[in-house]
C-alpha cells in the first residue's frame, strides 16, 4: 500500500510527487496512459529553487486499485469526475488541491467524511508531461481541521510547508479570495495584474464579501493589500489556459463558485459577474 497516492500529474501533482518521491515516501501518481508511459520511461525533470534541479523517477499507474495512506486530488476542476474513476482502491485519507470549493460536494459523495479540504499555494507550471518548472522558492499547502498528521508528516519531511489552516470554509475561502481577482481581472484583459490591478482589487472585496457570509473569516483589506504586494508581472493559469486555447480553463470553478455563492446569498457581484462575462467570451472565441 502506497503511503502517498497522487491523483493528476500536472504540475502541482508532479512537483508534490517528485518532492515526496525524493524524501523516500512511497508515493504513487495516477494519471492516463500516455502520460503513465513516459514517467515511466523517464521520470520527471524538476526545475525548482526550493527542491532543486534533476530528474525524479515516478512510480506511475492508469489507476489506483490498492489502498493508499492518503490520497492527493492534484487534477483541474474540469477533470474532476473524470479523474475520479481511475481510484479503486479506497484511501484513508483525501485531501484535494483544487482551486474553488463546489468539488467537495463532488468528492464527499465519493469518499464520505475521509474528505479534509486543502489547498496549495505554489507558482508553477508544466513544461511538458515530463518537466515542471517551479518559479518561487514557496510551496506551500494549507490543510484544514482535523487536519491529516501521517500525510502532514511526509509533506513536510519533503520540505514542504503545511499549514493548519483552521475550519474548512476558512480554507477554501482564503484561497478563493486571493486567487479571484487574480485570475479573472488578468484573463478577462489578458494581461499581466500591472495593468489591471484596480479590477482585480474590487473583485478580491466582492470575494471576501461573499466569503463573509459563508461564514469564513477573510479579511478583505488584507487581501487587497497582498494583491498590492505582488508585482506588476504576476498572472494566473487562467489566463495562460486561455491564451493557449486551452478547454479545460478553471472559469467556473473560480468566477462562476463566486457568483453562485453570492446569488445564494443575494449579495451584488457586479465586478465580478463583469469579468466572467468577458473571460467566458475570450474562450467562446478561442
Keep these: 500500500m502506497p503511503d502517498v497516492a497522487i491523483l493528476g500529474s500536472g504540475a502541482v501533482g508532479a512537483l508534490v510527487g517528485a ?4 524524501a523516500g515516501t512511497d508515493t504513487i501518481v495516477i494519471t492516463r496512459e500516455p502520460t503513465v508511459e513516459l514517467l515511466r520511461r523517464t521520470g520527471v525533470l524538476v526545475e525548482s529553487p526550493l527542491l532543486g534541479d534533476g530528474h525524479v523517477p515516478l512510480r506511475a499507474e492508469a489507476r489506483l ?27 484513508d485519507v483525501v485531501v484535494p488541491l483544487l482551486n ?15 474528505v479534509v479540504a486543502g489547498t496549495a499555494r505554489v507558482q508553477a507550471h508544466r513544461e511538458s508531461p515530463t518537466h ?3 518559479r518561487a522558492p514557496f510551496l506551500t ?10 500525510l502532514t508528516r511526509a509533506l513536510a519531511a519533503a520540505g514542504i510547508e503545511v499549514l493548519d ?10 484561497k478563493l479570495s486571493r486567487l479571484a481577482g487574480l485570475a479573472l481581472a488578468t ?3 489578458d494581461a499581466p495584474l500591472g495593468a489591471v490591478r484596480p479590477e482585480a482589487e474590487a473583485v478580491a472585496r466582492e470575494v471576501a464579501a461573499v466569503a463573509d457570509a459563508e461564514g469564513a473569516a477573510i479579511d478583505a483589506e488584507q487581501i487587497v493589500e497582498e494583491l498590492r504586494g505582488l508585482p506588476d508581472g504576476a498572472s494566473s493559469s ?19 463558485a463566486v457568483l453562485h455563492h453570492a446569488e445564494r446569498h443575494r449579495l451584488p457581484a457586479p465586478r465580478t459577474g463583469a469579468l466572467v462575462s468577458r473571460v467566458a467570451r475570450r474562450a467562446a472565441a478561442g
Excluded at 499547502?141 to 501521517?150: S, V, Y
Excluded at 489552516?165 to 482564503?174: H, S
Design 19 to 22: 518532492a515526496l518521491t525524493r
Design 65 to 91: 486499485g490498492e489502498p493508499a495512506g492518503a490520497l492527493l486530488v492534484a487534477v483541474k476542476a474540469p477533470h474532476l469526475v473524470a479523474a475520479l474513476e481511475r481510484i479503486e482502491g479506497e484511501p
Design 100 to 114: 474553488g470549493v463546489d468539488h467537495m460536494a463532488v468528492l464527499r459523495a465519493r469518499f464520505g467524511e475521509r
Design 132 to 134: 515542471v518548472i517551479h
Design 141 to 150: 499547502i494549507a490543510i484544514a481541521q482535523p487536519g491529516t498528521p501521517a
Design 165 to 174: 489552516g483552521g475550519a474548512e470554509r476558512d480554507v477554501l475561502w482564503a
Design 187 to 189: 484573463a478577462a484583459a
Design 238 to 256: 487562467l489566463r495562460a489556459d486561455l491564451a493557449a486555447g486551452r478547454p479545460d480553463h478553471e472559469l467556473d470553478a473560480i468566477g462562476g
